[in-house]
């Protein structure tokens, strides 16, 4: 029987050198449950195999960690867990082991560059060397520790790390790709077959032990939830969103992916990290309040929790972590009634162009989307090709979504009845951009020749632009409106910078009348077109005015929304609905996000580093909901007291009085 799935978890890594001695000599089931207790945790995930190549446990098809002093590590932990009501699922590497690297380098994957080739070969790097799965006698082995481990133990899941697709040369894949007809010479070939032979460990790993349980949990790890590939997941029981965001990911990525998950259907947690910078880190401590915050933005978004821990040499557990972990699972712990089975009320949809293009080259375009949709707060899912568009009154397409013929006629047939569209850039184009795919009334002349150019609006659109142009950091596409509105106005520059000609320090000031051959927004009927790529322009720059654009645009598509809050642009939302308990649930949350220092080594090396330390207090927060009928009752989820609220003309008014952190305002139909 398949066991709970936990909302408190913690993601224990072990990953040990044999050249540590003592390993485990200080483990300590009592202890062990104590942080556990400590730390408001339910669920911990345990290794049975690292990625030094060594086993926790007394393995025969395997190699124990030669100085492993408690033999049965791994048992101990599921036995400690279980007698205190916590799950175990349990850890195996994959792609990095490196006493199998060591001992089978005709396993390794080489890589297709001389460069890049040397951090799997050369036997002298401080670092992993990956597997090629390509590799039958390899993928027999991961199989084997996972039987081992579903005999000997009572696992509550399967934790599969490192799934990686490589653009692997070895003699395998060569093999492969001369069978399959595509060239080694071409990395997209060569990445191409590397994810034919993830598809194929997937498909033989999943069905190996399900054939032994069929209720067992499994998630194989890439470190990311790919969009726009859902013949992945047939092979997953869950999802796990790795997204540490101070070791690269950043404070954007988790809500991107979630956003994302909510719409396939399956159970999920999210993934962050104690450490102060990423995984690997040993005396790295993140604030308490930061984890308060995490462990708060995933519940809010409708997913489970875990937190990135790692066991001491000694077995030893850390209290100071667990009394950090704890104080992020004491909110998540007393939010879990309002969380399960609750499902996102989202009115707008992004499509994904990692989906579109199956890249993950253009993320930061979903990013930069993902990112202005969540400073104005706005409740939306991010979709893939193959979501219910009908399920949505506005559709964004970011700036490079070009539609073929069969999403065009998805596209416009979502227009047809009543849908309503924003695009930007070279999106709602054909493929070529000689010419929209979607019913517009616009010429399109190509791109303009002009890097920057300006912007101005016309009066009204947002209460926040200026009456003066001002200047786009990316260059616009060249779009005339032929019978359509237009809602902002193109300025050229004199002439683009170059060493011939220039004019101070940066770009050409503009000219004084406005451009008569493009427009920079216009409006028909229920499409809103950008010419820029804004959604990548405001990732790359920042520029508040370019997301008073976005809020302009949309204000025009939707002007009376099923929800609206008030909070400073670095507050995050979502409104939840519980349909089984005939409720919905307001999320708010707000930290301080400060870029301090830069992480300095191992996972995310040289990324700026995102701190949460001090979060004050907001007052008087204002949010607006349409209702079918006056709600019997409006409370927090923390302290379950009345939150004052009046209902007229179909609409809630709630002000939510004070928030530290994160309100969860319950809203009882």
Same mark, same amino acid.
């Given at each position: ?418 849908? @309503? /569209? =924003? ?6 184009? #054909?493929?070529?951009? +000689?010419?929209?795919?979607?019913? &517009?009334?616009? *010429? ?111 204000? @025009? /598509? =939707? ?6 809050? #008030?909070?400073?642009? +670095?507050?995050?939302?979502?409104? &939840?609905?519980? *349909? ?90």
């Amino acid at each position: 029987m398949k066991s709970q799935f936990r909302y408190r978890q913690v993601h224990l890594d072990f990953h040990t050198s044999e050249h540590i001695p003592d390993v485990g000599a200080q483990f300590d089931k009592k202890q062990f449950a104590e942080a556990l207790t400590v730390g408001n945790v339910d669920s911990i995930t345990v290794f049975a195999v690292c990625h030094h190549g060594w086993a926790y446990y007394p393995t025969k098809v395997g190699k124990a960690h030669p100085n492993l002093k408690n033999k049965d590590l791994l048992g101990d932990m599921i036995d400690a867990c279980h007698a205190n009501g916590v799950n175990a699922p349990v850890y195996i590497t994959v792609q990095w082991n490196e006493r199998v690297a060591r001992e089978h380098p005709e396993w390794r994957v080489v890589k297709g560059d001389a460069a890049s080739q040397q951090s799997d070969l050369n036997q002298l790097g401080a670092g992993w060397h990956s597997l090629c799965l390509s590799n039958d006698e390899y993928v027999d082995l991961v199989i084997a520790q996972a039987h081992e481990v579903m005999d000997m133990y009572k696992a509550d899941g399967l934790f599969f790390d490192i799934l990686i697709a490589w653009d692997c040369c070895c003699r395998n894949c060569i093999e492969r790709m001369k069978k399959a007809g595509l060239d080694p010479n071409k990395k997209e070939d060569r990445l191409a077959n590397h994810r034919t032979v993830i598809m194929d460990y997937y498909k033989r790993v999943t069905g190996a032990v399900h054939k032994k349980d069929p209720s067992m949990r499994i998630f194989h790890n890439s470190g990311h939830i790919y969009k726009g590939e859902r013949e992945r997941w047939q092979y997953f029981t869950h999802l796990e969103l790795e997204s540490l965001p101070t070791a690269g990911w950043g404070y954007d990525h988790f809500p991107l992916s979630a956003r994302y998950a909510n719409t396939l259907g399956m159970e999920y947690l999210g993934m962050t990290g104690k450490f102060h910078t990423s995984w690997g880190e040993f005396g790295g401590f993140k604030r308490p309040a930061a984890l308060e915050y995490e462990c708060a933005l995933m519940t809010s978004l409708g997913a489970r929790s875990s937190v990135g821990d790692q066991l001491h040499p000694s077995g030893k557990m850390d209290m100071d972590t667990y009394k950090t972990i704890g104080a992020g699972y004491s909110r998540v712990k007393a939010l879990e009634e309002y969380a399960i089975g609750s499902t996102p009320c989202s009115e707008i949809a992004l499509l994904s162009a990692e989906a579109v293009f199956h890249s993950r080259e253009h993320e930061s375009i979903d990013m930069g989307a993902a990112r202005i949709l969540n400073e104005l707060h706005l409740m939306y899912d991010v979709i893939d090709m193959d979501e219910d568009f009908s399920k949505y009154k506005l559709i964004v397409l970011p700036d490079i979504c070009t539609l073929d013929d069969a999403l065009a006629k998805k596209v416009n047939a979502y227009v047809k009845k009543g849908g @309503k /569209l =924003l695009l930007s850039g070279t999106s709602g184009m #054909k493929p070529d951009a +000689s010419a929209f795919a979607v019913d &517009m009334r616009a *010429k399109v002349l190509g791109a303009s020749e002009f890097n920057p150019d300006y912007v101005k609006a016309v009066s009204g659109l947002d209460d926040s632009l200026i009456e003066s142009p001002f200047v786009m950091y990316a260059a616009a596409q060249k779009v005339k409106a032929a019978g359509a509105d237009v809602l902002a106005e193109v300025y050229n520059p004199y002439f683009n910078r170059t060493w011939e000609h220039f004019c101070s320090h940066q770009h050409t000031p503009y000219k004084t009348e406005r451009s008569s051959e493009n427009d920079a927004i216009i409006m028909d009927g229920n499409i809103v077109y950008i010419a820029y790529p804004i959604f990548k322009t405001y990732y790359d720059r920042g520029q508040p005015l370019y997301k008073y654009l976005v809020r302009g645009a949309i204000n @025009k /598509l =939707l002007p009376d929304r099923e929800l609206s809050v #008030k909070l400073p642009s +670095s507050g995050r939302m979502s409104f &939840m609905e519980q *349909k089984e308990k005939n409720r919905i649930v307001l999320h708010l949350l707000y930290a301080e996000i400060q870029p301090r220092g830069e992480s300095g080594a191992g996972w995310g090396r040289g990324v700026k580093m995102l701190i949460i330390e001090d979060v004050n207090e907001l007052h008087r927060i204002p949010a607006e909901i349409r209702l079918e009928k006056k709600p019997s009752r409006v409370y927090s989820a923390y302290t379950k007291n009345d939150i004052p609220f009046t209902y007229e003309n179909g609409k809630a008014k709630i002000t939510v009085d004070t928030m530290y952190i994160h309100e969860a305002v319950v809203i009882e139909r």
